[in-house]
């Protein structure tokens, strides 16, 4: 978590690099009067490596996909909660059919 | 449950589609979600700035959009292990939920970042 965060702090950094080096650049046309035509090698390449790392931090930083299948090995239920005496059993899921035989046999 | 097995294995084969289609887990799908949300919104801010910077103007900047968030369908896909429906009930949560949302905020630092970058 914290090792995403960073790379995504360190992307953006870089994308703001990228803005201050553009800034320069128009400032250089304006003195050479020329137009601006595209952006320098050097800034699209930045502008890349900031986007891939971003996209990086992105895609880890919020954190772990969790499985929705209610019989899932991640999603049993390995322990009791503490309130048992509360506990109703007698309820509509009971008519979902519970592949309890397939789970004991591993 | 012993007693019911012999019944219940043909009752289990005739309702299994409906069961897979109904039941999940909604809470961890809530957060599945919420994990979109997070990585398009982010990435749409990001990619409107190195539009910005880039200095697209017109159509081209959503064309930008739309590839960003096709990579960024990828990039999901690959985060789920190529497993969509371990993680979500349909395809187009991860294709299209989002996209919207993540425009406005594209649109808004797109023309930000140009503005910085390029007029002042």
Not at chain 1, 11 to 28: D, K
Not at chain 1, 72 to 91: G, K, W
Not at chain 2, 69 to 92: C, E
Request: aromatic residues 14%.
């Amino acid at each position: 978590m914290g090792l995403g965060f960073a790379i995504g702090f360190v992307g953006v950094l870089i994308l703001f690099h990228a803005a201050y080096s553009t800034i320069q650049y128009r400032a250089l046309l304006k003195i050479t009067e020329e137009e601006f035509s595209g952006s320098p090698l050097s800034v699209v390449f930045e502008l890349s490596l900031g986007l891939l790392l971003c996209t990086w931090a992105a895609l880890t930083v919020p954190g772990k996909l969790l499985c929705i299948h209610p019989d899932s090995e991640e999603n049993r239920i390995v322990s009791l909660p503490a309130n048992l005496d509360f506990m109703i059993f007698n309820h509509r899921g009971k008519i979902f059919p519970v592949e309890m035989n397939e789970k004991l046999r591993h | 449950m012993a007693v019911h097995s012999g019944s219940g294995s043909s009752e289990k084969k005739s309702s299994n589609g409906v069961n897979e289609l109904l039941t999940f887990n909604a809470e961890n799908m809530q957060s599945n979600m919420k994990i979109i949300y997070y990585s398009r919104t982010f990435l749409s801010i990001i990619g409107g700035v190195v539009a910005g910077i880039l200095g697209f103007t017109g159509l081209y900047g959503f064309v930008f959009y739309l590839l960003l968030m096709a990579f960024t369908s990828v990039g999901l896909i690959v985060k789920s292990k190529f497993s969509i429906h371990t993680y979500f009930d349909s395809w187009n949560r991860v294709l299209v939920d989002g996209f919207l949302g993540g425009l406005m905020s594209f649109v808004l630092f797109w023309t930000f970042a140009y503005d910085i970058a390029h007029i002042f």
